[in-house]
């Protein structure tokens, strides 16, 4: 069986057309868009860890927003010209699947505003 026919199998089909296929989620329809549990975000596809909890920010957006990534090797960034436009693409570095994008418009420390699909995501509650 090839890697995305595992996946296919592995994800529901929304999971499948945004992290494989580069699909966006409705902005307020994802269950992370609300979501300040303590923990960290990890790609639903591969387990990666991506976004801790502490820097998770309400941007009004309608998906769920990060000012940092956990560490910077997990998340690589690459231009995107999709709809005439240029954004900047965020992707898991491990299994290249799509989480959103990263704009320059987010709080300080960092500035930026990492707009990440709930879909790709998994949520790993703090251990207590």
Known sequence: MSQEEEYKKKLSPEQYNICRLGATESPFSGKYNKHYEKG??????????LFSSTTKFDSGTGWPSFHDVMN???VTKKDDYSYN????????????SHLGHVFDDGPKPTGNRWCINSASLEFVPEKT
């Open 40 to 49: 960290h975000y990890d790609c639903v596809v591969c387990g990666q860890e």
């Open 72 to 74: 910077s090797k997990n």
């Open 85 to 96: 436009v240029h954004r900047v693409e965020a992707l898991c570095s491990k299994c290249g």
